[in-house]
């Protein structure tokens, strides 16, 4: 196994990926992203990372309220916001924004949605200028990863495979596979196949539909070097790791 210094699991295929409780929190993007969420359940969500040490993801409208919860639980963890969530559809100029005024607010971290459309439309140079103009707010002012989601469930292979081309190119961190919002998650083939294709410098994320631990440690040994899942299954995932060893 190899960690890498930001804190990232990295691995072969096939080997020991996870040793401790802590390592498999790490490697855990707990998420609240659903339309109704309340600031409460942005607040059981943090209480939670407090007690495991799961990353956090939230939509951007949360990321202010998440960050100073986080620091006043005195949690030091990724806090993730979602640019051009569920439907990658919003124009440039308005993902760089949310993408700004969210790592300005607090975020470490920005997965966005990549432009499926345009994407499936052959506007192919249209989509990496999206990726890298987010990728360069991100990084330029202070964040540490751009994950750029590509919705698997709406495009074939060959689609995937130019995708993991362009995301590279643009300098993208992750290549993520799933909102939650689709007609599928996270596969293990996809994940595969990203690693066979992006560059070495991209790591993986799974995300979508995540429900067990078997499912989880699948991913992982296939190439994904962070899982995103709903807060209250990573909780019991996490238990149930725990229980198994």
Request: glycine share 10%; with cysteine; aromatic share 6%.
């Given at each position: ?24 929190a790490v490697a855990v993007d707990a998420s609240v992203l659903f339309a109704n969420a309340t600031p409460d359940d942005i607040r059981k ?163 979508g539909g995540i429900r067990t631990l078997e499912q989880s440690m699948a991913l992982m040994e296939a190439g994904a070097c962070r899982l995103g899942i709903g807060a209250g299954h990573a ?11």
């Amino acid at each position: 196994m190899k960690k890498e210094r930001n804190g990232f699991i990295m691995q072969g295929e096939g080997s020991s990926i996870i040793t401790s409780t802590r390592e498999f929190a790490v490697a855990v993007d707990a998420s609240v992203l659903f339309a109704n969420a309340t600031p409460d359940d942005i607040r059981k969500l943090c209480d939670m990372v407090q007690k495991w040490g799961f990353n956090v993801c939230v939509n951007s409208v949360y990321v202010q309220f998440a960050s100073e919860l986080l620091k006043a639980l005195g949690v030091s963890v990724e806090l993730a916001a979602t640019v051009g969530f569920p439907f990658g559809a919003s124009s440039t100029a308005a993902k760089v924004a949310e993408a700004k005024l969210a790592v300005n607010q607090g975020a470490t971290e920005v997965d966005m949605v990549l432009s499926i459309g345009q994407l499936r439309g052959g506007q192919h140079q249209a989509v990496q200028d999206d990726i890298q103009a987010v990728a360069s707010v991100v990084h330029d002012n202070g964040g540490k990863a751009l994950k750029v989601i590509i919705e698997t469930c709406y495009l074939t292979d060959e689609e995937k495979i130019i995708a993991c081309h362009l995301l590279t190119e643009a300098g993208a961190d992750f290549i993520k596979t799933s909102t939650g919002y689709g007609t599928a998650g996270a596969a293990v083939k996809d994940i595969r196949l990203f690693r066979n294709h992006v560059g070495p410098q991209v790591k993986v994320k799974a995300a979508g539909g995540i429900r067990t631990l078997e499912q989880s440690m699948a991913l992982m040994e296939a190439g994904a070097c962070r899982l995103g899942i709903g807060a209250g299954h990573a909780e019991k995932i996490i238990k149930e790791w725990g229980a198994a060893h």
